[in-house]
Structure formats: C-alpha cells, structure tokens
C-alpha cells in the first residue's frame, strides 16, 4: 500500500513556491480567489489522513482574497500555528485544558506583522500541548501524521504546519521554535525549517514573557527563496536595531566556508546508521562544493542539558498555575497531559534552582561564541535529530512524563542548543532514507545575528542539490 499522500496537481497551485504564486497574482494571470479556494480544495483532500488543521477560516479567507493590499504576499494562503491569537478564532495551544476557549479579541503582532505582507489566513494548525513535546500527538485524537509515510510521525511541535506545506497544501506556513519546533518537523516532512537569530521577529503573546526567550516565531517553506523573502518583508515591517540587517538574500554564496562537523549526538548519546551515513553523504557534498570541513567536538553541555530541561519544567509549572489567568477563563487544569502535569510537579519540588538556571541559560551564548572562535570555524553542521524519524505512537502523550521526555532527549540532541544561546540555525532536506521513505534533515548552526549567511548557504546548497517534492 503506499502510504505517501500529498496534494500536487495540475492546478492553480501546482508546485509553486510562495513567491512564484504572488508574481502570478500581482500580474492577474490568477486571482487570489482562485488561489485561495484552489487551497481549500487541497487541504479538503490530504487534510483527513493528515489531521494537520485545528481551525478552519475559509469563508473568511475567501471573503479577505478579494480585497487588494500592497504586500509582497498579497493573495498566497497562510496557516497560523495554534498558539498564535488571530481575533475571532480561538487559541487552543494543543491542549485539551483549552478546548473551550474563546475567540481571541486580539490578534498577536507576528500574526499582524505576517497579515501585513498581503498573506490570506486560512486558519490554525496542530501542535502538541503547549508546544512542549517534540511530535504532534494527542491523548484522546489522532495524531499528526507525515505526508511522506502516515505510518510516521510528522514532528512538533509545528507538525501540522510541515504537514501541509511538504504535503502541497500551500507553499508556506507560520512555525514557532522553543527548542526546535520549527526545525524538528521541516526535518521530517523534508522542508525548510530557519529558527532566526533572537528578537529577530515580533512575538506572538505567549512567548513575550518568558524568563528566558528561547521561543521564537518563525516559518516552513519549500524553498530557500520563500524562507528569504519572508525575513526581508518581516524587516520592512519591523527590524531590532541590535542585529544586522539581513536584507534580501536571492542568490547562493560564492564564499567557501570552514564548517565544524560533529559525528556523534551531543550529551553522549547515539547516532543511528541511517542518519551518520546521511551526514558523511553530507559532508561529502559540500566538500565538493569547496567548503572545508573539520570534525569538532561540542562543548561539554551536560550543565546546560538539565538547564533546559528544568525550564520547560519551569514554564509547565507556569501554564498549570496560572493557566486561566494567562490563556482563558474557561482553562481546565485536570484535562492537562501527563507530560505538562509531571513537569510541572518536578518543577515545583526544585522551585529555588530556578533563579540559577535561569542565569545559565542566559549566558550560554558565551560557551558557544567562544567554541566558535577556538574551533576557527564559521558554523556548525550536524543532523537535526539524532535518528530517524518515529512512527506513530513512539511520543504517545498518554505516556508516564519519565518515559516520554526520555525519548525527547534522546531524539533531540542539538536543537535546543541554539535556542538556549538565541543563535540562528536552519534544517535543510539534504537526505532521504531509502527504507523508510523519510527525508533525514540536516542543521547548520551559525553565531548571533549570522541568518544572511545561513541563507546564502541553503542557496548554494538548493541550487546544487534542489530538494525533492513529495510528487516526484
């Protein structure tokens, strides 16, 4: 039986990316009406096997397609994540304490900033609660599955967003990345997945508090070139005076870079067979392309490790104490999973730690920047999980808290890295798997405020290796 889906065809969309779908709206040849109900159509079809969708806005996208903006975007389809308040469609975070939640009287300002570029929302997508486990399942509904094999697991927490755009529903779709949330999931359904420099974006609300900003909004694409001009757009709208400008990136590097591999998974655990064997293909290539490739070993992290790990306790705690006050009024405490409840109670016995790994975390940046400059190497390449990706029910949330966040750990290694030191680093769908089917993401990490140069390499590597379409 082939258990790949997607929604390809001939029509409208067909396998446009994002900017190729605007120039053909602002030249008339399509109308974004068109395009939006093209999209309706398509995500109508995939979305029953996929269970990618929350909330559905069509009439309103419909009846927003027809009004003209001068956004860059104007006309293409957009897909927010469920923990972004867009006013009139109610937030439900993944989580079944939510379940009634009321509409939102506000919308968040990446989701203006984001509408502001001519995008036409057409809804919510699935993550798992709270955006705090790394595979988009639920206790009591199904789970988010991969367009490439349903049999996997599509990642998280942004699932439902890669879900969509690898499975040819829309060309790009809003993420957010708290310890990997974008790029997990671009991993395993074979898209783009940048998680940019911190304050580099607008926030949505929930992320605006935190103690440590390790969350950050962000995109899925297909292309480069959509990742590229969205962060241009993003910067006309608002741009952190502390970063360097990206600017628009539409070309590859002609800069050959010293690149630090790591051949094992951080913290001492294990990389599969399939995933080594995809990074040394990996190194390989980009050894052809000029570049100079050097092993390196990751600093000693084990610190920062449980640092992370008590924090997500920490802001589990945060959403069961104050949940109603924080979310919505209607906010149910029992119907919490085992995981958010189980973090939050490790997090309330070891309350007096939390000012410490607080500092840490702050200053990990430091750790990083220095191994950088030792190391004489402009980024870091590894996997951007440590093995292959899970079938379903691997991340049950019906699971013992212990049990599962064991399996987090071990399948996500480096990713929290960068969003503990607020570095950018970006997944690319270099590899595939030959058994399974599955793309095999891999990550290049870079230094503060260093996305252009994360950009211009996923140019060069696009344009030698173009990444596969699930059609072909």
Excluded at 42 to 68: D, G, H, M, W
Excluded at 230 to 254: C, M, Q, R, S, W
Excluded at 348 to 356: G, H, I, V, Y
Excluded at 404 to 415: A, G, N, P, S
């Amino acid at each position: 039986m082939n258990k790949k889906i997607h929604a390809f065809s001939n029509d409208l969309l067909g396998s446009l990316d994002a900017v190729a779908l605007a120039d053909l709206i602002k030249k008339k040849e399509v109308s974004s009406e068109e395009v939006i109900e093209t999209t309706i159509e398509r995500a109508n079809k995939v979305n029953p096997q996929l269970n990618a969708i929350v909330t559905k806005s069509y009439e309103q996208a419909l009846s927003n397609s027809k009004s003209i903006t001068d956004g860059f975007f104007d006309g293409v389809p957009m897909f927010f994540k469920d923990l972004t308040q867009i006013k009139g469609l109610p937030t439900r975070y993944g989580s079944e304490a939510l379940q009634n939640a009321a509409p939102s009287k506000i919308t968040d300002p990446i989701a203006k900033k984001i509408l502001s570029m001519g995008f036409v929302n057409m809804g919510t997508t699935t993550l798992p609660e709270f955006g705090l486990a790394c595979a988009t399942e639920f206790p009591n509904a199904p789970a988010t599955r991969n367009p490439w094999n349903l049999d996997y697991s599509a990642g998280g927490s942004s699932g439902g967003a890669a879900a969509l755009v690898a499975a040819g529903v829309l060309p790009m779709a809003h993420s957010a990345d708290g310890g990997g949330s974008t790029r997990i999931p671009a991993a395993c359904c074979g898209a783009v997945g940048l998680k940019p420099t911190r304050g580099r974006l607008l926030l949505s609300k929930i992320f605006q508090n935190q103690l440590v900003e390790v969350a950050i909004d962000g995109v899925i694409s297909r292309t480069v070139r959509d990742t590229a001009h969205f962060y241009y757009e993003a910067e006309k709208y608002y741009h952190n005076k502390k970063l360097p400008i990206i600017g628009l990136v539409d070309a590859p590097t002609t800069v050959k870079y010293s690149i630090g591999f790591e051949q094992k998974a951080a913290l001492g655990e294990t990389v599969d067979a399939a995933t080594a064997k995809a990074l040394n293909k990996t190194i390989s290539f980009l050894e052809g392309m000029g570049h100079i490739l050097k092993p390196v070993n990751l600093p000693e992290a084990k610190q920062l490790k449980q640092d992370f790990k008590d924090y997500w306790a920490l802001n589990s705690f945060l959403i069961k104490r104050f949940g109603k006050r924080v979310f919505d009024k209607n906010f149910d405490e029992k119907k919490l999973t085992k995981l958010v409840k189980g973090l939050a109670d490790k997090a309330a016995k070891n309350m007096l730690k939390a000012p410490f790994l607080i500092t840490r975390l702050r200053n990990s940046y430091k750790m990083y920047q220095q191994f950088l400059q030792q190391s004489k190497i402009d980024m870091i390449l590894t996997p951007t999980l440590s093995h292959l990706t899970p079938k379903i029910g691997h991340f049950n949330m019906n699971q013992d808290c212990d049990a599962l966040f064991d399996k987090m750990e071990q399948w996500v290694q480096y990713t929290p890295f960068t969003n503990a030191t607020g570095c950018p680093s970006i997944s690319l769908p270099i590899n595939f798997d030959n058994a399974t089917g599955l793309p095999i993401g891999m990550m290049f990490w870079a230094d503060w405020g260093a996305d252009k140069m994360l950009l211009e390499l996923a140019y060069a590597i696009e344009k030698a290796k173009p990444f596969k379409l699930i059609l072909e």
